[in-house]
């Protein structure tokens, strides 16, 4: 199967004019996001604390990113290809894998619960687990293959993602994911709901048969991280401080959680020392949330062609994501709507120009740039390797990435 890679971002250089608030300290397991509500209030409010902090960015977020596909010398001093190409010699036949995991006889069924494995996915987080376990397994052993196991929690990892989607679908009533309809525009909202259940349970079998208590009790955290950051999404905060902490927690438990506790499990698989378990979960955590930051800048300054699905699809939700917000600091006017959730007509329009005028995209971009900062030197932790340095490498695709 070839391997899917994005395209990248060239000649982008970020310098940072501002301050940016850097990740949670990297000692704690589970920390929702990088500044709790109830850290923020006890310290300073939010956006003086990132008026206040430094911009200690690694010069690796400050020169042009090269064209993908050329080969590079890793710093451990081996030679390998883009991340993408490193990662799949361990995913051949991923959604074939998927699919035979889903054990469907009902034609329909099947056709929806197949319909987002056609192989047109980005597979980020298969390809994020695969490396780790590697780099997980030179560091311990020196151990150069994939465990079954390991790869079979790439494969839960994708199954509990898009069951996540056609889930977010329904809620969202979304029209176009990956540039095609979605399942709940095809064959409506209650056959959706049943499909998203349906690769659930496949995954969680799955899970089952890996048969490691402390990595199913690893998972299953994903999962109700997932229920409790739709949750926190439908609700808001007036207090500007809590309303950042709101959308970092909402973040990490929606995005990162799945990441941060895959990566994790695949260690837990791999290596028997905890200080690595600690660094996989702190490295997943980190990209991931810096994964949707990217992602909701974009949704500010990509097309809908190349991101498959609408754009300013958030504010049409009502949604305050993190561009919003550091718009506000410009713009104290957008308060009102975000309060209202951009429910009134011209609301949409209005808060997209208020954030296009202000340095909310920006601001966005640099705090993705101090967590994969926190990234990387979580991963380079682990003993040099091909796997590691790629697992860096990615954390900068993550940055420069454009759908």
């Known amino acids: 199967m070839a391997s899917c890679r994005w395209p990248w971002r060239r000649c982008c250089s970020w310098r940072p004019a501002a301050r940016s608030p850097g990740p949670g300290s990297p000692g704690r397991a589970g920390p929702p996001g990088p500044l709790s509500a109830a850290d923020a209030s006890a310290q300073m409010p939010y956006f003086n604390l990132v008026k206040s902090l430094t911009s200690a960015f ?44 889903l054990l469907i006889s009902t034609t329909e069924l099947k056709e929806m619960s197949e319909y987002y494995f056609d192989g047109k996915g980005k597979a980020f987080r298969p390809i994020i687990v695969v490396l780790m376990a590697r780099a997980c397994n030179i560091h311990h052993n020196n151990s150069r293959d994939v465990q079954a196991s390991q790869r079979s929690i790439a494969l839960i990892a994708e199954m509990i993602h898009t069951a996540s989607l056609v889930h977010d679908d329904v809620i969202d009533d979304a029209s176009s994911r990956r540039g095609k309809h979605t399942v709940n525009k095809i064959w409506g909202e209650k056959k959706a709901v049943l499909a998203g259940d349906l690769i659930l349970s496949a995954a969680s079998i799955a899970l089952a048969r890996i048969g490691n208590t402390t990595v199913i009790s690893i998972l299953t955290q994903v999962i109700e991280d997932l229920v409790r950051g739709e949750f926190l999404q439908l ?40 200080v690595v378990h600690e660094i996989a979960y702190q490295y997943g955590k980190n990209v991931g949330i810096a994964f949707q930051l990217i992602d909701d800048v974009l949704d500010f300054t990509s097309c809908s062609d190349r991101m498959g699905k609408p754009t300013s699809a958030d504010l049409k939700l009502g949604l305050a994501t993190g561009p919003v917000l550091f718009a506000c600091q410009q713009f104290p006017e957008m308060n009102a709507m975000i309060m209202r959730r951009f429910s009134l007509p011209g609301d949409v329009d209005r808060a997209r120009q208020y954030v296009l005028q202000s340095d909310g995209v920006q601001q966005t971009t640099y705090l993705a740039q101090r967590y994969c900062h926190e990234a990387i030197r979580e991963i380079s932790k682990l003993r040099p390797s091909p796997e590691r340095d790629a697992l860096i490498q990615l954390s900068e695709i993550v940055l420069t990435r454009d759908k």
Do not use: M
Request: proline share 5%.
């Open 58 to 101: 690694p010069n690796r977020f400050h020169h042009s990113t090269s064209a993908a596909c050329c080969r590079s010398r890793t710093q451990s001093g081996e030679q390998y290809s883009d991340p993408f190409k490193l990662g799949w010699r361990d995913l051949n036949g991923l959604y074939e894998d998927i699919r035979k995991e």
């Open 235 to 274: 609700g808001s905060k007036e207090n500007e401080t809590e309303r950042f902490a709101h959308y970092l927690e909402k973040t990490f438990k929606k995005t990162a959680s799945l990441i941060a506790n895959s990566c994790k499990a695949v260690s837990v698989l791999g290596c028997p020392d905890p």
